[in-house]
């Protein structure tokens, strides 16, 4: 069984400032999908960053990049220049192998973006 | 483009009583999901379906019925709703190849009294 584990229930980052926010997974499947979802105060799931299992390079999406440490299990979300729309539940997540969207989830870092 | 769209988007149902929590995606997708969202907790899966007339169980499917008789369509039945189910639906749904392409409805906030 697959499982993702966050140990940050919340940050804090001033504005402009980077923040890493932690994920660690169990899996002991070799082909895996890892996802970071942002979830503003409105609720719904905003698709960040994915990192495939294979993939050589860590991740980037403008801001956002993914520290991917293979070996330690990690897929750590690091988020740039942090602005104040950035405060909210960030959900880190695993797809199942094989399937399309089969996702495990972890319960989520809320950040909060401070002046 | 619409992608997923999810209703009703809020609900009070009273214990006992049936619902029918409706998902529509107009991509073409073959996969589609269900998970529900609990307060300090993630997604959790309850069903999912691979394709039109194929669907099976996620993590926590007790007292959830689906079906999907269209690629369109993936209704989330209540059959006699419970305090327990209060929570927030999500739908997703994705293309039948891997990658990073998996879209979420808004969710539907269920209340059961």
């Known amino acids: 069984a697959q499982k993702i584990t966050q140990t940050q229930p919340g940050m804090f980052v001033q504005e402009k400032e980077a923040v890493t926010l932690d994920c660690t997974y169990d899996?002991?499947?070799?082909?895996?999908?890892l996802f970071w979802y942002k979830q503003p105060s409105s609720g719904e799931m905003i698709f960040l960053i994915y990192q495939g299992s294979y993939d050589e390079q860590n991740a980037t999406e403008g801001r956002y990049s993914l520290n991917f440490q293979k070996a330690r299990k990690s897929a750590n979300l690091v988020i740039s220049a942090s602005q104040l729309g950035d405060s909210a539940m960030y959900f880190c997540a695993m797809r199942e192998p094989g399937t399309a969207s089969k996702l495990t989830f972890g319960t989520g870092t809320r950040l909060q973006v401070t002046l | 483009n619409a992608g997923v769209t999810q209703t009703p988007k809020f609900q009070v149902l009273k214990t006992g009583q049936s619902m029918t929590l409706q998902c529509a995606q107009d991509?073409?997708?073959?996969?589609m999901s269900w998970y529900r969202q609990d307060p300090g907790m993630g997604l959790r899966l309850i069903h999912y379906s691979v394709g039109a007339g194929i669907t099976d169980q996620g993590e926590v499917p007790n007292g959830y019925n689906v079906s999907r008789s269209t690629t369109e369509d993936f209704p989330l039945r209540l059959l006699s709703a419970a305090p327990s189910q209060t929570s927030v639906y999500f739908c997703?749904?994705?293309?039948?190849?891997?990658?990073?392409?998996?879209?979420f409805g808004e969710g539907s906030w269920l209340t059961v009294v």
């Open positions: 991509m073409n997708h073959e996969y």
């Open positions: 997703a749904s994705s293309p039948s190849h891997a990658g990073n392409t998996i879209y």
């Open positions: 899996t002991s499947d070799q082909s895996y999908g």
